[in-house]
């Protein structure tokens, strides 16, 4: 687990446009923080700049004390939850559980316990030796929340994870992940078009506009204000 500080984080694209500007966040340890905002606020750039999938043009992203910008996305110590699943099809549930661990040399002991773990949190033991592909939406996600649980990240991003689910799938999904935060309590920064997912998931929302910061706290605190 770790903070993250966002520090005078900004991002112009190659052509001139400018996603992100002037962001300043510290993110506690064991902090949920929830990015919401219209369409093209800058929400993706943000979380793909922590990730190290989007280069940084100004300003710096911390993860602990450590200066990332410059540091691989392997290197950065975060997992991500993307809303496509990325699981690959060709391997069972239990093998894509475990093929990140597997290329970073982790005992076989340790794959098999952190596996099981995560198993059990999110309740996919009996789909293990299954494919991705004889799993329906809602299991697939869980399969990928457990891929990013087995790496004991510092810190989860998570991108719209659930918007590919249907209404019913999503406010299910919504709880568990609540479940999971009260449960292992990993610095997390959450990405949503949706307001009740904001307010049940969030210790803090930052709404982003035009690439900045609008609005920055609780949920009562920002959807309170007129
Ligand atoms: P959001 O995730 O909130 O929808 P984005 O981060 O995707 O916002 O986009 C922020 C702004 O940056 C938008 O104006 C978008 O068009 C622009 N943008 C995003 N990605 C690129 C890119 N690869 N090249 C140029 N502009 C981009
Ligand atoms: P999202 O809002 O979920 O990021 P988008 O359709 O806005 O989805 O973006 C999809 C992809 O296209 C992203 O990787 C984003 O960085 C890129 N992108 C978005 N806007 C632009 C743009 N104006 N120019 C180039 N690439 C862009």
């Given at each position: ?5 966002l520090?005078n ?5 190659p ?34 700049m922590v ?8 300003g ?10 410059n ?12 809303q ?30 952190r ?47 659930l ?11 919504r ?40 609005q ?11």
């Open positions: 687990m770790a903070s993250i500080t520090d984080l900004g991002k112009v694209y052509g001139g446009t400018r996603a992100v500007g002037g962001v300043n966040i510290d993110i506690e340890d064991g902090e949920f923080i929830v990015l919401v905002g219209p369409s093209g606020c800058g929400k993706s750039t943000l979380l793909r990730a190290g999938l989007e280069s940084i043009t100004e710096e992203v911390r993860i602990g004390d450590r200066v990332v910008n540091v691989e996305p392997a290197d950065r110590d975060i997992a991500m939850v993307f496509n699943y990325a699981l690959y099809p060709h391997m069972s549930v239990r093998q894509n559980l475990a093929y990140g661990l597997k290329n970073r040399g982790t005992p076989k002991a340790e794959i098999e316990r596996v099981n773990e995560a198993a059990e949190i999110l309740q996919i033991g009996p789909f293990l030796d299954r494919k991705p592909r004889a799993l329906s939406g809602g299991q697939r996600q869980r399969v990928a929340m457990g891929r990013a649980i087995t790496r004991e990240p510092a810190a989860f991003l998570f991108d719209e994870p918007s590919n689910l249907d209404a019913k799938l999503r406010v299910a999904m709880l568990e992940i609540k479940e999971l935060q009260k449960r292992l309590r990993t610095t997390s920064i959450y990405v949503t078009h949706d307001q009740l997912e904001a307010m049940t998931l969030a210790d803090r929302l930052v709404v982003l506009n035009g690439g900045r910061i609008e920055i706290g609780t949920p009562l605190e920002v959807y309170r204000r007129p």
